[in-house]
């Protein structure tokens, strides 16, 4: 691993930090020149998902862990809204990127290989 990808690793393994000490969820993406870094953090406690393996997400909820119906109810409506709100912004994101990114090479006649 060089230099770029391994500051890439640590700098997700510190935003993961953060992520956790304020209990977030977060699809992110990091760049160096050359190089680039993506991850999702599902497993805020107010989740019900957690990843499983590196690329392997699952969902936990068992009745017998809630004190009651609606407090696994509230876990599941919070996951959902977790995923759909990650999913809804990176979306846009990806969008934004996406036009600035084809306008550049337009402008520039930038070419990657």
């Known amino acids: ?9 640590i700098a997700a393994e510190e935003i993961k930090e953060v992520l956790r ?4 969820a977060a699809a992110v993406a990091l760049h ?3 190089h680039g870094e993506y991850f999702v953090h599902l497993n805020p406690t107010y989740s019900c ?3 499983y393996q590196d690329n ?5 909820s068992k009745a017998a862990d809630y004190k ?3 407090e696994q109810l ?18 846009f994101n990806f969008g934004c990127l996406d036009f600035l990114s084809k306008e550049f ?5 930038a070419e990657h290989y």
Do not use: C, I, W
Request: hydrophobic share 30%; no cysteine.
């Open 1 to 9: 691993m060089n230099q770029a990808e391994t500051t890439l690793k």
């Open 21 to 24: 000490k304020h209990n977030l």
């Open 32 to 34: 160096s020149p050359g």
């Open 49 to 51: 998902a957690y990843m």
């Open 56 to 60: 392997e997400v699952r969902f936990y």
């Open 68 to 70: 009651t119906p609606t």
């Open 74 to 91: 509230e876990k599941q409506a919070d996951t959902a809204n977790m995923l759909k709100l990650l999913t809804e912004t990176t979306a």
């Open 105 to 109: 090479d337009e402008l520039t006649g």
